[in-house]
């Protein structure tokens, strides 16, 4: 028997997120548990961090946990920004902060392990997902309880990956149905093409506050109740 019962869609138990906002990024910002995003994209360097736990090239990283450093790395290439170094008139990484961990050193040198296979900022290991470029804010109401929750969402999420940011509120969320203004939402479209408009520009344009009119979906409980 599939664990979701009546209610179609993924299984939210494995169910993978594509993106996070920045405030999301930024509460990851502890050497134990560390976060970063650049260039559209969001790393979990916690492993990095533990294992070179108490080495001083971590200290620049640890600095910038829960932030966007994009302006680290050269967007055309994807490697961190490159200089001519004044002192040995060769091409080195930049890096105003000091140092950091898989960054080679100045001048050759004896002590530095460099078998530790492509640096941390190369390849997709420690990446969990996108960064949201922009985010907008969402209602939902529940119909049976009367609860309301607002969550700030990126434009790009489906509404599956919209509930499970609801999840922590209600753990049956994938039990109702979604609708706005008594329409059926379709849970793989995003808010924008469900004909739900963020119309933030428009409320900026006429200097209204647009969280005074922030739209709602309505949730209608079904016959299943879905443990996830």
Known sequence: MPRRGLVAG?????FQRR????????Q?????DLWVSYLGRVYDLTS???????NLLLKPIVEVAGQDISHWFDPKTKDIRKHIDPLTG??????PR???????????CSDWANDFGKPWWQGSYYEVGRLSAKTRSIRIINTLTS???TLEVGVLESIWEILHRYLPYN???ASYTWKYEGKNLNMDFTLEENGIRDEEEEFDYLNMDGTLHTPAILLYFNDDLTEL
């Open 10 to 14: 993924p299984d939210l138990e494995y």
């Open 19 to 26: 993106y996070f906002t920045p405030a999301e990024v930024a």
């Open 28 to 32: 990851h910002n502890r050497p134990e």
């Open 48 to 54: 990095l961090a533990q294992e070179y736990k108490g």
């Open 90 to 95: 060769c091409l080195r990484y930049c890096t």
């Open 98 to 108: 000091g140092r950091f961990v898989h960054v080679p050193p100045q001048l050759p």
């Open 147 to 149: 609860q309301e929750h």
């Open 171 to 173: 753990a049956h969320a």
